[in-house]
């Protein structure tokens, strides 16, 4: 028997302590109200720190002018989330179990002031045994975060980035410094005798099916809603071929049936383990004309080719905690009426929630998912000790192990902009990595291991150049690329040959009305380097730019919105239309990015921070759209 209760519905509270000063006198244990250096306030789980100290009126906004940077305290306390373990939860002589699918990023978990063990890792679930600590009664569980690592930023060295927790939270080129801290996936308390179901997965591959699971006899069964397709007891391992089903299409080519794979242990009160699946096959083929050796870059989903587009997907907001499925299917929604087909899912966030898969396979949205590494500028050489290998590993084994089952998961990739130069030194940007480096060859050893079916990828971009440089066109150096970030002119486009483009982007300005609402009394103008503001995100600032196709400076906010809109629109068309239309020659194109999750008053995103589409979304729209292979 095993019950599960979800533990979101507990009221939590929160407390915030100077290091280690919940540990003094051994004040959890003593009875008497927790009296820390923050005082206790209200907390949803999952949710992070920060967004229950916004509510409660001790943080700022952090969207709102530069009022991030008085947010920055956060990360010099403990903070403890607790809540009272309702007793009729808890049978007598069976093991009770915390299990925490995301912690960010470590600390301690106590019941009744003992502590039961340590954590960290922001990429791996975590499970406790509570048992020996548990009392007949009134008991309290404590979840315990320590200060978090001090910089993993954007700037730096990556093969010295050796922490893992969600790097972008550290500052990026488009989003503010929030370093979040709290529990921002699923919480539960799994209370058994025993008798359950053990490492179970499901992956299907065309009309294919197999199951491998522990703990003694079992049912499996495919249904289609209330219609049972194939049932039959096994062992350890099953596998069903030639299924009667529908196959999973992208979106826009097709439909995305989904079916409920049950499997049920036929011992104890039968234990239950289910997925909802897709079918779907997938192959590789060259682009016509490719060099001799080149990666193979169209995709070919259930025999038809079939031209990749759309965004990079970040997290939509830094207090990824606080997103809800809503705020999830709002986004995912507006790409697939946009016309996209695939996200990729960048390497320097997270493992997306369960909900983020389960969204796309409803939706038919390819994923491309990257492991937790990314380039930082000075060094974009992944890490090569062995204890980073072996942490690696181990997030690669179990993101594969928790979303190998959905039908919209595509490929794995080593991470982002991992690379070096030319002749292998790692302080380049020039040479892609690749299997010869020994973490990357541990990330393939164990997708072919746990994954076989799908393609792994070293990094993004691939092979020979990082980015498709203008004098090299025609060369055959160009198979994945990322950039341009600008607007390019036409004849870059019309001589292009790379063989996929995985980053392609351009500034625009956010709305006038959402810069000036989340200005902080900053001035909006000008977009410059010398504006506070504007500087928050530095990289996308176009006023000189803007100043020399004008001659002279705009008028106002809305004029120089205008402008930055209008440009971003003509350049993503031009880049993608030309894209497009070089199919098959040409598999896909990926946008660089999504949607902004700070208010930026400019970014490459064509999605706001409201969601809201700037005028290249619309454009974009239209060339995704159109065309026969659509």
């Known amino acids: 028997m095993k019950k599960t209760h979800n533990l979101s519905e507990l009221q939590w509270q929160l407390t915030g302590f100077i290091p280690f000063q919940w540990q003094f006198g051994d004040i959890l244990r003593s009875g008497r109200p927790l009296h820390g250096d923050v005082p206790t306030v209200p907390a949803r789980v999952p949710g992070s720190v920060q967004a229950a100290l916004r509510d409660a009126g001790l943080l700022p906004d952090w969207n709102i002018g530069l009022s991030s940077r008085a947010c920055e305290w956060v990360e010099h306390r403990h903070w403890m989330f607790h809540a009272p373990l309702p007793s009729a939860w808890l049978t007598k002589g069976h093991t009770c179990r915390l299990r925490c699918l995301g912690l960010d990023s470590s600390g301690w978990v106590l019941v009744n002031g003992t502590q039961i063990g340590r954590f960290e890792n922001s990429f791996l679930p975590h499970v406790f045994d509570l048992t020996p600590a548990l009392t007949d009664s009134e008991n309290t569980l404590q979840i315990i975060f320590d200060c978090p690592p001090r910089w993993l930023g954007q700037f730096g060295y990556t ?50 099916l197999r199951v491998a699971a522990q703990g003694g006899r079992m049912q499996l069964t495919l249904c289609d809603g209330e219609k049972i397709l194939r049932s039959e007891q096994f062992t350890n391992e099953i596998v069903w071929k030639d299924l009667p089903v529908r196959r999973w299409w992208p979106a826009g080519h097709g439909k995305q049936p989904l079916y409920t794979v049950t499997c049920t242990l036929l011992e104890g ?24 050796g080149a990666d193979p870059w169209i995709c070919v ?45 960048w390497g320097g966030a997270v493992l997306e929630r369960e909900d983020f898969y389960s969204l796309c396979d409803e939706l038919g949205l390819l994923v ?56 292998g030194n790692k302080t380049g940007t020039g040479k892609p990595v690749d299997a010869s480096h020994p973490l990357i060859a541990r990330l393939q050893s164990v997708v072919q291991a746990e994954d076989p079916g799908r393609r792994f990828l070293a990094t993004s971009a691939s092979g020979p150049r990082f980015t498709a440089d203008a004098k ?26 790379a063989l ?29 380097h010398e504006n506070p503001l504007w500087q928050r995100t530095a990289w996308w600032i176009e006023w000189d730019a803007c100043i020399a196709e004008l001659g002279r400076e705009p008028r106002d906010l809305e004029e120089y919105v205008a402008w930055s809109q209008t440009r971003q629109a003509a350049a993503l068309a031009r880049a993608v ?39 290249a979304a619309r454009a974009i729209g239209e060339v995704f759209r159109s065309g026969p292979e659509r």
């Open 301 to 345: 989903v259930n025999g038809k080719p079939i031209f990749l587009q759309g965004v990079n997907w970040t997290p939509i907001r830094p207090n990824f905690a606080d997103v809800t499925t809503a705020d999830v299917r709002a986004r995912l929604e507006t790409y697939r009426d946009l016309g996209c087909n695939i996200m990729r899912v």
């Open 472 to 497: 090299d066109f025609g060369k055959g150096l160009h198979w994945d690329v990322h950039g341009p970030w600008s607007a390019e002119a036409e004849a870059y486009w019309a001589a292009d040959d």
């Open 159 to 208: 093969s010295q980035m050796t922490e893992w927790k969600p790097r972008f939270n550290y500052t990026w080129d488009w989003t503010c410094r929030l370093v979040q801290i709290g529990i921002w996936d699923a919480i539960s308390l799994q209370v058994t005798d025993g008798v359950e179901i053990q490492n179970a997965s499901c992956v299907t591959t065309g009309d294919g």
């Open 500 to 528: 996929f483009r995985s980053e392609v982007g351009a500034p625009g300005a956010s709305n006038a009305e959402l810069i000036e609402a989340t200005a902080g009394g900053l001035p909006t103008l000008p977009a410059s």
């Open 368 to 423: 491309w998912q990257e492991f937790p590494l990314s380039s930082s500028g000075m060094d974009n050489w992944p890490p090569a000790d062995a204890g980073s290998i072996d942490a690696l590993g181990r997030i690669a084994t179990s993101y594969i192990q928790r979303r190998q089952h959905h039908a919209s998961l595509l490929l794995w990739c080593g991470g982002n902009e991992l690379q070096g130069d030319l002749d």
């Open 269 to 292: 009160s039968g234990d239950t383990h289910a997925w909802r699946v897709g079918f779907k096959s997938v192959e590789w083929q060259s682009c016509a004309g490719a060099p001799a």
């Open 577 to 615: 239309r030309t894209c497009k239309s070089r199919f098959p020659r040409c598999g896909g194109v990926i946008l660089w990015m999504g949607h902004d999750c700070f208010p930026c008053t400019a970014n490459t995103a064509i999605l706001d921070f409201h969601g809201q589409l700037k005028p």
